[in-house]
Every structure is written in C-alpha cells, then in structure tokens.
C-alpha cells in the first residue's frame, strides 16, 4: 500500500497538470486580415524632414528646377523612373511572328477616345513629366523632365495644368510641396488614374473617385 501511494500521487499531479494546460487560455495567432489591417492602419512617419535642407528652401522658377534638387540627394532614382513604363509610356511585349515589338501610349492608336491622331499637350497632365507638346520630340532621356513631385506630393496642392504638357499649374507653390513631398499615397495615384479618359471611372471601370476615401462596401 506504502509503495501505491508514490504512485497514485504522480498521477494525481499529472491530472492536475493536464488540466490546468487544457484550462489556461490559448493564445491564438491573428488571422491574415486582422494583421493587414493593423498594418495599414498605422500611418507612415517620413524619416526626414525636407523642410531643413537648404536646397529646397527656395522660389523655384520652374519645376525642373525641383527635378535637379531632388536627384542632387536621390541620386539613383531617376534612373528606375526613366526605365519604367510610367515614363516610357511603352513596354515590350512579344508578338507571335512578329518578335519583341514596343507597345503603349507612346506609338499605339488611341481607339478609345476616337482618335487616330494623338493630343499629347492634353494628356500629358497624367504623364509623369514635363515638356510633351509631341511624343516625337519629348526628350525622354533628359532626368530634368521627371515630375517627382506629382507622385510625391504630400500637401494635396500640386495639379497639372490643362494642355500644357504635363507642366503644373501656375499657382502651384513649389517650394511648399517640394518641402513637404513623401511616399505616394492613394490620391497621388488617383488624380490620374481614378480620371482616365477624361473624367472619373470613364476609362477603367473599377477605379474612381469613391476610393480617395472608400467606406466599407466599396469592393476593392
């Protein structure tokens, strides 16, 4: 009996044990979505403040002149910028019996708004540049007709002019944006894309303006 009581208590204890682990509150990993929203919902902290650099603390002339202070710093970017579709407004694409061929707004037919001819003064305020009166004669080569600050911008101030080439407008401070630039948001994105084709949710069909700020029952 002595030797049972040994016994008996360790299995007590396991039993007490097992249950207290069964009792206790398991900590369950978030799901995916509860972890996308906490993502998101903090708000992006810019690591510097462009109001402090000298450079920028000026009246610019013209918004070439932000171009060339800004890749005095970003030294690099503007080269991903001219390589990318965005700016080249082509990309290659293979076609069966034909090869590689470059197809975009660059060179193709625009059959969406009927026209064979195309009207680069007016759409270029979504062409991230300076300067297009004619695709032909656009110097995309030339870094200082980057617009960094259309993508960039973080005040909501900065617009392009109508029909000047992708110039902005007039009263655009360009210093306040240039000192207040950031990474690009919805609505940098969405003052062209949310517009295409000359007015909201004309050209794409699933994006307009209702995403600047969607509620709940936008799909997305």
Known sequence: MRQ??????TI??????????ALAPKETPPDPLSQLRERYSKRHKPS??????TQLQKKFKKPQEVTEACIGCHNGRHIEVMNSNHWNW???EYIQGRGVVYLGKRNAVNNFCLSAQGNELACAKCHVGFGMTS????DFNDPRNIDC??????????????NAG?????????????????RPQRSNCGVCHFYGGGGNNVKHGDLEEAMFEPSRDVDV
């Open 48 to 53: 510097v403040d462009h109001r402090r650099f």
């Open 90 to 92: 082509e990309r290659e």
């Open 135 to 138: 695709v032909k004669t656009f």
């Open 4 to 9: 049972a009581i040994p016994i008996l208590a």
């Open 149 to 162: 600050l259309v993508c960039h911008d973080g005040t909501g101030t900065y617009a392009k002019a109508s």
């Open 12 to 21: 007590a204890l396991v039993v007490v044990v097992a249950a207290v682990a």
């Open 166 to 182: 992708g110039a902005p407008s007039p009263d655009v401070d360009l210093a306040l944006v240039a000192t207040s630039v950031g």
